[in-house]
C-alpha cells in the first residue's frame, strides 16, 4: 500500500466493514513507539446526522393544545 502526495491511503474495505469505519467515522491517529494506530475517536467533534435531526425537532416544538379526542375527530373528518 502506497500513501498518496496528499497523504492519503486507502483502508481496505474488508478491514473498514470489520471495524465499522463508516464514512465521516471520526477517527485518531495514535503513535507507539515507531508504529501509528487507527483508531475510532472516542468523542466525535460534529453532531450525528441524528443528533442534529432531534436537536432541531426539540427547537421547533410547538404547545398541543388540542385534546386526544379533539385530534381524532379530525382525523375521522368529524364536523
Given at each position: ?12 474495505q ?21 508504529a ?44
Open positions: 500500500m502506497r500513501i498518496t502526495t496528499k497523504g492519503q491511503v486507502t483502508i481496505p474488508e478491514i473498514r466493514e470489520r471495524m465499522g469505519l463508516l464514512p465521516n467515522t471520526e477517527v485518531e491517529f495514535k503513535v507507539e513507539g515507531d501509528v494506530r487507527l483508531v475510532k475517536a472516542a468523542v466525535s467533534r460534529r453532531p450525528t446526522r441524528g443528533a442534529r435531526l432531534i436537536e432541531h425537532l426539540e427547537r421547533s416544538r410547538g404547545v398541543l393544545t388540542m385534546t386526544t379526542e379533539e385530534i381524532m375527530a379530525l382525523t375521522r373528518g368529524e364536523p
